[in-house]
């Protein structure tokens, strides 16, 4: 677990301390974070603690609360919990989503297609040559991320999977009015 002191110094400029990176043992609950801040406060000798930032999570509030400290929710988490739950009730989207997945897990793991993608992003003068980022389901915007270099190479991805002898049938997201159908065999 980790602790971040952000506070404005007596020049008003923004200052941030990692003060705890502490791995946990045994149960992730309520009262490990309690006495996990407990701990923090006796062992800083902090004379007030005006709020707390945690993520959402239950156990995180449970923990504040116990230590009888003022909380406050992140909001790109809450925003990233919504957008994740608004993408999990895409259901027409969820193929598209899906497949997107499943190939970049496959660039990720195969150097031989990697390298024949880059070889192809090369060749069509491909603005964006990243390897295509992976989903991770508790990174922040790493869906977003993976969508949006699948979308900026989707033409390369055609051509690679076309040459790659692949039998997948992947349904492209084009625009926000449908889908392609793109076989490769």
Known sequence: MGACAHFIDEKWQRQLFIISLDPITGAHNGDQVKDYL????SE??????????????????????????????????????????????FTEGKDVIDTIRRVAVHIHRSKQSWD??????????????????????????SMMRMLRVASAQMATHEATLSNCHASLSLFVFRNSHGFRHISSS
């Open 38 to 41: 407990s701990d923090l406060q």
């Open 44 to 89: 800083y000798n902090f004379r007030s603690i005006p709020c707390c930032i945690t993520d959402n999570a239950r156990v995180m509030s449970a923990g504040v609360s116990r230590a009888a400290l003022p909380r406050l929710g992140c909001a790109l988490h809450a925003t990233h919990l919504l957008v994740c739950d608004s993408l999990a009730a």
């Open 116 to 141: 024949l993608l880059k070889e192809k992003l090369n060749e069509v003068g491909c603005p964006d040559k990243r390897k295509m980022p992976l989903e991770i389901k508790i990174r922040w915007g």
